[in-house]
């Protein structure tokens, strides 16, 4: 039987990952006004966002190589700090999309579809993922090691997905963004 507070954990998650899911819909929607001009930095966010992707996924390898090696202090530290730069990256793709028009992919042939199948696959899992990352944070920082190594097994391949492509979107997108100089 599910505890109270647990219940108001997977409703405050729940909540969290819907929040967050629609203000990606709608940034990608233009729903919100757009500035008149875009701050220089803004450029800059495609590259700091890849290099934060690839900094958790690599964060996330030694995190497994440590929790392999029974040293919980170390994987837990190396977990946090995966989650503050993915809360980092989430501001700062929310920022891009607020103040950049979108890019499009301009490439062809198999390409193009390598790129959309990876772009899909990525969007479609980074969805899934918050909710379940959200879970296992709980579930580990409440030492429930059960329920945390149970959803793990899920959240933690599809994480490591994500990241991992997100750096080849950003590498395959690269050449078609119209930056000014």
Known sequence: MIKSNEKF??????????LVFLLVILLNKRFFPVPEQIPSFAYLLP??????????FC????????????????????????????????ISYVTYHYLVPETSYGGEGWMRYLYYFILITHIVLAAIVLPIVLLSFY???????????KIVRWSYPIW???TFTGVLVYL????????PN
């Open 139 to 149: 579930f580990g920082l409440n030492d429930m090691r059960a329920k945390h190594r």
């Open 160 to 162: 490591l997905y994500v």
């Open 172 to 179: 395959l997108l690269a050449p078609f963004y119209n930056f």
């Open 59 to 90: 964060l996330l390898l030694a995190s497994f190589y440590f929790i392999r090696k029974k040293n919980i202090a170390v994987h837990k530290a190396l977990n946090l700090s995966a989650f503050f730069l993915s809360a980092l990256f989430l």
């Open 9 to 18: 954990v997977f409703r405050l998650v729940l909540s969290i990952s819907v």
């Open 47 to 56: 590259g700091l966002n890849a290099l934060i992707n690839g900094t958790c």
